[in-house]
């Protein structure tokens, strides 16, 4: 009975030390897009050469936007087509509301710094994790036994 009563304590609190981390992730996951959003704004009012009421427009577009994908990706029961699909959608509409408050050359622009951060996702993506070059030789003479 003392031996149930240790591990039933020790399930309790691996459990809520479980839920606490991944309530700390998910809150780390909100405010991670918050602090790119603001890191790409300076980026992007320096290079655009925005006023301050611009840039506060383009930044509630741009987190508006940034959230509704978000939020399209946890409903995930749509096939991937669909889901790109919709984001091209939402990528579209974004450009539409940009091009009321930017100019032609500013949105130009953006969508330049926009096509940049993407191949640079793309290309980080294809990288192995691990610490390896790839280059050593495994272990072993390459015969497998059964």
Sequence with gaps: ???????????VILLSAQIATSQKQSKNRNSNSIESIEKQMIKIQEKLGLDGLQ???????LQKYVNEKKQLRRNQSDSGDVIRAKMRDMNMQR????????????????????????????SQSKKGSGKGSGKRKGKGNGLRSF
């Excluded at 840039?55 to 577009?61: N, T």
Aim: no cysteine; proline share 0%.
């Design 1 to 11: 009975m003392k031996n149930y009563t240790i591990l039933l304590s020790l399930l």
């Design 55 to 61: 840039a506060v427009l383009v930044e509630r577009i």
């Design 95 to 122: 450009n539409d509301e940009l091009s009321e408050i930017l100019t032609e050359e500013q949105l130009a622009l953006l969508n330049k710094i926009f096509k940049e951060q993407s191949s640079q996702r793309n």
